[in-house]
């Protein structure tokens, strides 16, 4: 692989659904060229810092309540949407039905403004609610395939576009702005937060989840049960030849990459109360795995940026800390990180239009 230098207009820092997304946001624009994507790890590679390929990985009402949760989560639905109806099988996103069970009652505005576009929305009646169960939806949701999902991005951002990719662990956000006609860095460096030094967001921290990969074919319904202390959920797993994710944990703060016996008996326990597929013939576990969901306080910051380099002031993109929902909200925030530097894309644009020689 090259290495960050020469005509780098724009440099993504990460190559997580993040950075993928940013990519594909700028490519579709027609900036595929002046993209180079830097990154320690790639679709394909698996390290407890590398959170993307553990996602489970569905669209769900689980995400924040506040304003921008809100509209990412939205404009991620049309995206997943547009996937699972014309690319299901290169794409790895599909469409599938699911149920979501509270414990609590949740904040009725939110479910109000997901209704808007969820399709085959309906809150379930008094009567449908298992025991111990305040408050039910149902709708068509999109389930991921993560880790082969961030493929064919990869695949896709460098064959259609002619986005490059330069593997390397940067020692400083500075790093990314090696070559003097680098214009925009995008950083997208998920739990990065412990792995840039001097550059750490005191909001932002690790969120661990234990879940279970199983063979289960006849596993075809998403289900969810948020406790009050708990996470439940089952997942179908799109062009896997039937495997599924059962789920899980959400341990603010926990920063271990270990997986547990006892967890995975309880995923087992829990998913069997919820999901009458799961319950109907055990599962076969052909995979633990834990993973990290980088989550910043306050939300995920989508935000434009100065930085000093060597004296000089360069523009920073900040687009990290989606926490637990990198994948439903990623290209929502992908398009918002994007239109920040509208103004210095034009000259980009501008300069790409003259011929180089
Ligand atoms: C168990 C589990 C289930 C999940 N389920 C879902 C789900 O159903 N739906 C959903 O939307 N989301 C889900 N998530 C969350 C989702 O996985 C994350 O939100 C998403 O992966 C975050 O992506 P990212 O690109 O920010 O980070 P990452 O995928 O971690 O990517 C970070 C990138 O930055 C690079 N990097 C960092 N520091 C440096 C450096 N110094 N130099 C060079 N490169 C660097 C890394 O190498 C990597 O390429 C789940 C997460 C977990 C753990
Ligand atoms: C389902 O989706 C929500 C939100 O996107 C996420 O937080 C949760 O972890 C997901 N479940 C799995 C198994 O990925
Ligand atoms: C880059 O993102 C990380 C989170 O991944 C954050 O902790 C850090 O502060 C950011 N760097 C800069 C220079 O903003």
Redesign the pocket.
Known sequence: MASLSSNDSIVIVGAGIIGLNVALVLAEKGYGQSITVVAEYFPGDTSTYYTSPW??????A??GTDINALRWDRMGYAHLSKLATHHPEESYVQWTPSTELWDEDIPRDKIQHMSEYLKDFRVLSDAELPRGVKFAVSFTTLTVNAPKHIKYLYRRLQDQFGVRFVRQRLPSIQAAYASPSTKIVFNCTGLGSGTLPGVEDPKCYPTR?Q?LLVKGPHIQTNM?RHGVDY?T?V?PRPGSNGNA?L??Y?QKGVNDGSTYDSETKSILARTRDLSSEVSQQEPEVLAVVAGL?PSREGGARVERDEILVGGQKRILVHNYGA???G??AGYGMALESVATVEDMLRDIRDSIARPRL
Not at 55 to 60: P, R, T, Y
């Open positions: 996602a489970g990985c569905n669209f769900s689980i995400s989840g879940v969810m996470e959920y997942i994710i789920g899980g959400m969901r926490g637990g929902t994948f439903q």
